[in-house]
């Protein structure tokens, strides 16, 4: 394969706009990403991939963080907006996709993953708001795609066509995975459990923008905090305020725990966090709270800290509850680790950048803060002995999961495409 | 006045039973008893008393817990319900009313209180159940009489039916108080300051059901513990959990508010109280929270431990708000004071009582548990050189503010208003 | 018996002054009190009486608040002292006495109990304090007679030398214990277990001083807080700051149940308290603390609700252990029930009270605050069908447990002598 | 100057030895170590090097953690040991010594720190232990060199005698510092802030042992958590049990600070530490505790955060203080900054230490924990231009600050010896 031919023609590059603008207009949250899947699968088959989705791609033991409710309802827009019911039907109440390009010729298996969700974020009004300006805004009233995400499916789907269309210049096996549920890192255990990379040799994922602006492609070595979600349920017992004796308060203990949570030990290996985000509890200022629902959430340096961390508010969870005599449940939401690349598919990586049009540096770019879940395939590629990298293409955002993000010049998505096909070319492409 | 003759006709008891059902019917809460209150001063124009409502019988800056949001809903119900417009304009927002009867001879000034406003519980849809059976259920989803104000309220207005039937028998004054806003403790201090009870030589006040059964009759010589009912709230500085630096968190300065608060020092001159009903913050894991609500209270067995604890509850939410580098809000919602009847009033009381058909035994009843704010008119009626006292008239009922409370059998209405009458005729009749 | 000759001796009189004082400079405390016990069966041999002491008036099961370290310290004193090895061995580590009058006549059995240990607090060096000016100051340094039990011991043996002077006018049996360790309420629970006022009939305690002054005797019909004393101790692991996951904070997990014991929630029926007096822990301050030790106790304004105050304690503490990851220790360290008086034997006293030398008033007085561990052995008589009363005789003190308290007026001796001498003949003189 | 001559004679080998086990066997503490100093003074003045000490090489205004009572303590200690009166005088009570090799001839200021100071740590009895085998067990009751000073301290002094005889090779200035009270982090910012390293050009502080064995040179790029020590005190208001509203809990207070700080907000740029290590409170357990007395420690991975950490204290202490009413003292006993190293002067200190005799290998060696007060020396030098760096020569310790630390093999001291000397010898020798 020409490598410097590895360039989106005019018309591949406005699908990849318009997927992306028709992606933004129909955000959907975390696992209910029906509508974005039926659109997914019906541009693989239509350009002749072999698709698994749904139940296909995704380990339902595995699954964190999922509404059943919230599904429901999806599940019944989605119909209402045209997805045939026997294609959900055969989701079986999952979302998330993988295309597989079996090329029949011998070779590595390379496998790239997009994530597909958007954020419960209201869309800005602001008219100059590049999706209110581009008219493409949310049509979905409390939930946008202030991530980017939609850009990074897209992207995917372009990808795709790449793939179809110069099947015969690859050899080997490519996957490209759309993930459901990365924001609050839900989705990815329960691909990766699923089995789906587990004969992956080649593997990458990224982000648009962070902390990359425009021309800018980051390669990542190492980086990104461990860390596990976790919802935290109190139930006590209601009594009047006035009988104190014949209640069990919920909300006492929750904020006890809140105490002795942030309070734990930290690790000498590395930074601890943890951080609790929401509370809720009672009903009336003199009623003893029966109930106490808690978010938090805690990350580590490492993997192992992090595990430290989470087992340590596994035991502090369960010693409050005796001491205040109620009961609780403790549910891991989401779940990543830390992220180590393997220096090859990481060189790889930069240079396939290197030589995409568009971009000016690339760098190396290690996330101190925030968390991915990519990092659970990442995980699961090395444990099976793979090589995996992770990267970020540049965007001139001014701060993601708000409101106003936007990506502001789609010459990124590109930059993102031409990156991923040279790095498939690279490991796949026949000599 | 021949006190043999202070009996209900037959006509009168079908109008107390009548009004009490239609109230049960129009349940509204707190403050927002506008259409109760047409319907009472509506009566009381028509039994040719000298009635005051809304702005003249409460002094606004005295008032605790008024939502102004809700007061406007309720408005807007209540015109749509065909409450006139002129009759709420001049109300001023305020709502409860008080009915005179001055009868220019000489003689002492007897006051009686009556609360009127219901609960935000939904009432029960069981078919059994008092109302659902009578046909009277209420009409205001989410809200109920379910503490029994409905027959207070109806009670009042037939001992206004007598006061203005039997005028002529009477000397002195008589005020008939229809206040809003008792539950929560909000309504009564506010009725107070006004000063409308200034001038009471006597008062009294009671409630149906409580500890007493029917044919009961339990006349109180001390009890209740005072109270001061807050909300809360902490404002911080929201950030994401990545960056803690730069966040304030306003739910984990509350968390620490909770186990503060609830270890604060008792007294040794009895019970004290500390509760915290309700905590809502956040609104994500991994955001710091930026705003934290509580609604709590405190409870003493005299106002002088009660006013303590409030106390401490301010300094002890200063000192945290600094320590976490929040801002504060603590706003009293709510007070009632301790009641020690004068025992000149409880004898009339009892003696009252005793001489009602279908009173079975009168007996000394104190409240060792909960809150009334009858109280804090009861303090000023005593601040002024008056003399008051308190009562139970029984009901079978099976507990207050549940959604299946009832009053079992409307008997238990002529009772309440036959103890009233004669403590009236006992005051105020002419020999 | 002519009551009207029940009146102290000059020599008698000089012999309860001469005790008391001796007592006050010789102060032992809590289990320790050898050389006390010493001089109190001496003085009962020679007047004839039975006498048990040590372990034969305590039960070592129920033995709460004894450090045996102290005990040995104070044995080895005793024996430098003069104390004879041969009756601290028939001690058994035990101190503590009881004189039993048996007439061979039949009749009731009537108990009186005097506490007789001191407290650890250093005795004031101001010339004008009783004991400094009148030469008999405490020779134990960092201990002194702070309570007035030396005059309760006083009393006590003054009372035996009475009985055994008037054993032929007196008829049943007489018993007059003398209790160690009654501050930290520890000593009468062992006492009572024993079994040793089983048999009684009527039963009486008394303290000198507290609300009573000069001249007055105050009789309780009620009174006295439910208490329970506990040490708690927390054992974790020690590690350097350095590598906090090494460690398990005994010190957090201490403070931690600060806050939770602290907001234990309180109960309808009446006060409850919590108070944690001391914390130690930790070593440095860059070393996790591998050990905590703190003293608490609660109390409850009935036994009930003590009881329910302490089952909670306990289940905080192990709940917050496990929390913490540590091992705790729950040491009850002592305990005192409420008081409720056998009216008849209120009476007695009361009229006993009445008739003595120098009494100007008797009256009714309850505790509200205050524990007093005499309640254990009230409670086990009343249990076994005997009637029991406590009572106050006044003296001019200001105030207890400070190093300058004194009874100032050594006549208020023979007040509480003459009430309890009265009180045992009213019930046990031949007429 | 011939490089290959700087080798201890036998006779400089067998003093070094001798001085470290004298030292050993007096060990002082922190701001108390006046033997020691007089030990150092005396040796310098016959080496006829320019000596300064106590108030001359420390700011009074910069000293932190030292107790006035422990000083005079001492004091009188080294007088009963013979140091001389007028010689203490001269201190102004303050500890540490610095020699000044001026030869007269241009060229740069080269410094090097020892630190002289021992623990309160009793030494072993085991008779295996070096110091016992060797017969030069602490002398000092509760105290010992069990961090190994008294290794720093005979190198600095091997190091005057090389550079007294020396003198003649050299050029420039040769400053040789023995500092106090680098246990707690509190000697080195008073030194600093004395101005005594402006001057400056070159500096090197070491450790024997922690990471590196014997044979091992670690040098540092960068490394060490910046700290602060505080002492903090909660003066509360007395109170018994009985009457809580009397009191002011110091302890409580304290306890809800152990939570509080022990929660704090960490930081995204790095490691955050909060470590309580004591806890000292209350009198009784039925005594409302008037004083608390608690022992802290905060770490950043950089001096930045280290100093948020820091204000946060402050501000949490200063906000709980007045949540519960009490007063508070908060005390700076400590502090350490975090340590980045100049290049060229790692790059000299490691080829200085390539060439010693008994250096098997030289290698990065960077301290992820801990603190070291050296690195505010460090930072000073730096402020004025200077270049630094920072070593550890190794020794098969099996742990600090334990009762049996023991550097085992004394081949250890000169390879510490071989390595500064070297390093004087690279920057100021004569070519």
Redesign the interface.
Known sequence: MDLNKIILSDEARKELVNDRRWLHAHPEEGWCVFETTWFIVRRLRSLGLEVLAGIDVIEPDAVMGRNEALVLAAQQRAIEHGVPKEFLESLSGYTGAMAILRTGRPGPVTALRFDIDALPIEETDDPQHEANAGHFRSQNPGFSHACGHDGHAAIGLALCRWLSENREQLKGTVKILFQPAEE?VRGAAAMAAKGIVDDVDWFAGGHIGCSAKLGDVGVSHFGY?ATT?FDLEFFGQSA????????R?A??C???A??????L?????????????????????????DH?YM???V?GETTEIND?MAKNVE???????????VDYKLTR?GEAVTYKGDEEAVALLKSAAREVPGVHSVVDMNA???SEDCTMLIRRVQEHGGKAAFCYYGCNHHGH?RPDFSIQDETSLPIGWGTFARFIAEINSQD
Not at 267 to 282: A, L, P
Request: hydrophobic share 40%.
């Open positions: 609050g905090l979600k009047a305020a006035g009988s104190p004796e014949k209640g308060s909300l006492m929750a904020a006890a809140c105490l002795s949570l942030g309070s030990p930290g690790h000498s290996q590395g930074i601890t966090r943890v951080q609790i985000g929401k509370f809720i509890s009672g009903t009336g200022r003199n009623i003893i709270a106490a978010q938090l959430e990350r430290y035991q502090t969870v369960k010693g409050l509850a005796l001491a205040y005599g939401m101190k803060i925030g999961h």
